[in-house]
């Protein structure tokens, strides 16, 4: 996680730089090493970029289709 594509690969929001909807919540976008509870770190990080793409884009059971 970086404020620019030259300083890392994704945003806060964990979008990746030049690649609009593309979205990385893998612990690969943390931007330093964990030393303890590194896959709560990595759930909270996941949690919190899917509660942003919820709030970004509006999702709500009815706006997610048939099969949602």
Request: net charge negative; hydrophobic share 40%.
């Amino acid at each position: 996680m970086a404020d620019s594509k030259e300083q890392g690969v994704v945003d806060a929001s964990g979008e990746v730089f030049g690649y609009p909807g593309l979205y990385v919540s893998d612990g690969a976008a943390i931007p330093s090493s964990l030393a303890v509870n590194t896959s709560l770190t990595i759930l909270a990080n996941a949690e919190r970029i899917a509660a942003g793409l919820i709030d970004r884009y509006r999702l709500t059971p009815s706006s997610r289709g048939s099969d949602g």
